[in-house]
Nanobody
Framework: QVQLVESGGGLVQAGGSLRLSCAAS????????MGWYRQAPGKQRELVAA???????NYADSVKGRFTIGRDAANNTVWLQMNSLKPEDTAVYYC???????????????WGQGTQVTVSS
């Protein structure tokens, strides 16, 4: 009933760029915050960037100045422009959305399937 579909991952050389996209669909009343998390092998999942429906953003210190997060006009799609990529950025990137479903009272977090980003040196 609610799906987050990601695209844009791949293999890139250090210093290159990638653009991730995530679209939310289904029985959704409203979407608050959308964001991107990443998880490298053997490490915990960490927040990369997030954006509210009002346009407020939050970035991990490690990506500030290199990554930019944004949403489309309908606020159901979030993208992440990743520039000056480093090998340390290699991870599976997961889309996240905090939303309220139709006929439901509570706001909940939903997750995409994950997309691999690999940065070679």
């Amino acid at each position: 009933q609610v799906q987050l579909v990601e695209s844009g991952g791949g293999l890139v050389q250090a210093g290159g760029s990638l653009r991730l996209s995530c679209a939310a669909s289904g029985s959704i009343f409203s979407i608050n915050t959308m964001g991107w998390y990443r998880q490298a092998p053997g490490k915990q999942r960490e927040l990369v960037a997030a954006i509210t429906s009002d346009g407020n953003t939050n970035y991990a210190d490690s990506v500030k100045g290199r990554f930019t997060i944004g949403r489309d006009a309908a606020n159901n799609t979030v993208w992440l422009q990743m520039n000056s990529l480093k090998p340390e950025d290699t991870a599976v990137y997961y889309c996240n959305a905090n939303l309220k479903r139709l006929r439901f009272l509570r706001w909940n977090d939903y997750w995409g399937q994950g997309t691999q980003v690999t940065v070679s040196s």
